[in-house]
């Protein structure tokens, strides 16, 4: 069957660089691009932290300018679809509009999770998931006195951080034992730990939230697991986010912590690929399926999706890649250190310029390197290139990492 007509649900970061890559690689059919949120598609990461501080405006998130879907001949839709048609294949709005494809790209991401307590509905408390989102919440943060920050994931660390810096005094209420732990080592933890004492933020660890409190209706205090009240008038939640995968699996595609894509990024149905956060797919850098919440899985599985679609179909096997911004620390992380059993320091936690080699079974599977951007870069290389570091060389006197990269590029 000809490629004429590629529909692609959902415009965040994802949906809009399928549209792109497409046009780059030469695709000349009808592009469909379908989001929910009025406006171009604009970029998420910058809502909890720079966003917030004022430091970017709205113009500056979007990933382009409003004429250039139409110069690219892109058609924008905003809708929310309610249905797929794998027989006839069409998607249906809610609105009732059916619009046809060739070819079908999920790029629905995720959405929030919320809090399952009493009081989560009262008026401040807040997720961070959209700009209607930042835009509500910007005031209040300029405002708040005492701020409460429901998990010590990224995204809450970021927002604790741009709270502080406004001057509220923020607590951070974490079920866990140490920040990021999701997705950090313990060397590195200790780090922001560190970090976020010194901006004013209390963080306090092995803690449940019982209870939202309020008067008339808005939030006034948290109550914590273990009975203490702690006084809020702004509550903000980041305690991780859920697939959007129900459109899938109400088409009948496989939905298993994502929805189930092959090597390809196809789903069981040769008509359709799904891409982003929303998708479970093979990685063979933790030889398990795997769901990733990041704009580097995003940009890369869309172009990977582009690319097929063109005639040009490879696996799937981009390196995963993150980076978070607080304050004046930036971390970036290559790889991923699920399941790594030994860590090698290089570097300086006390002046926060810090390398931390994460190996599993004597193998080198990530590095986080907080405020050392070059280092970021030469692990990235490293560790696509599989590279034999041992952590027996990594930990000796002197280890540069730039300088270990070159020397397997030479080899390579």
């Known amino acids: 069957m000809s490629l004429n007509n590629v529909v692609i649900v959902g415009a965040g970061q994802a949906g809009y660089q399928v549209a792109a890559s497409l046009r780059q690689e030469g695709f000349a059919g009808h592009i469909v691009l379908i989001g929910d949120e009025a406006g171009v598609p604009y970029q998420r990461p910058p809502l909890s932290k720079a966003y917030l501080l004022g430091k970017v405006g709205s113009a500056a998130l979007r990933f382009r300018p409003p004429e250039w879907f139409d110069q690219q001949s892109v058609e924008r839709v905003q809708g929310s679809v309610t249905m797929i048609d794998r027989g006839a294949r069409c998607v249906e709005l809610a609105s009732g509009e059916r619009i046809r494809y060739d070819h079908l790209v999920l790029a629905t991401g995720a959405r929030n999770r919320v809090p399952v307590i009493p009081g989560a509905d009262l008026d401040g408390v807040f997720g961070i998931r959209t700009l209607a989102d930042a835009d509500a919440l910007a005031p209040r943060v300029a405002a708040a006195r005492h701020v409460v920050v429901i998990g010590a994931g990224f995204i809450g660390l970021e927002f604790a951080a741009v709270a502080a810096a406004k001057g509220g005094a923020v607590h951070v209420v974490e079920l866990g034992t140490r920040p990021m732990a999701r997705a950090l080592s313990a060397p590195m933890s200790e780090l922001f730990s560190a970090a976020h004492a010194s901006w004013g933020v209390t963080l306090d660890f092995g803690q449940t939230v019982a209870n939202i ?13 273990d009975g203490r009240r702690l006084p809020a008038d702004l509550v903000v939640y980041g305690i991780g986010v859920i697939p959007n995968a129900e459109l899938a699996a109400d088409a009948g595609l496989v939905v298993d912590n994502g929805i189930r894509v092959n090597a390809q990024l196809l789903t069981a ?15 063979p850098h933790c030889g398990a399926p795997i769901r990733l919440e990041s704009v580097q899985n995003a940009v890369d599985q869309a172009r990977n999706v582009a690319a097929r679609l063109m005639g040009k179909p490879l696996p799937y096997i981009a390196l995963p890649w993150f980076w978070t911004d607080q304050v004046d620390l930036k971390l970036q992380i290559a790889g991923l250190s699920d399941g790594h059993d030994e860590t090698v320091l290089v570097g300086n936690a006390e002046t926060r310029q810090l390398n931390v080699l994460c190996f599993r079974q004597g193998s080198l599977v990530a590095v986080e390197s907080c405020n050392r951007p070059a280092d970021h870069m030469a692990a990235r290389k490293v560790l696509a290139r599989a590279a034999p570091l041992t952590s027996q060389q990594a930990a000796e006197p002197g280890f540069d990492l730039k300088a270990y990269e070159a020397s397997t590029r030479e080899v390579a």
């Open 213 to 225: 409190v309020g008067a008339d209706g808005k939030v006034t205090g948290v109550e914590t697991g």
């Open 269 to 283: 149905d040769p008509a359709i690929s799904a891409i982003g956060d929303a998708v479970s797919f093979p990685s």
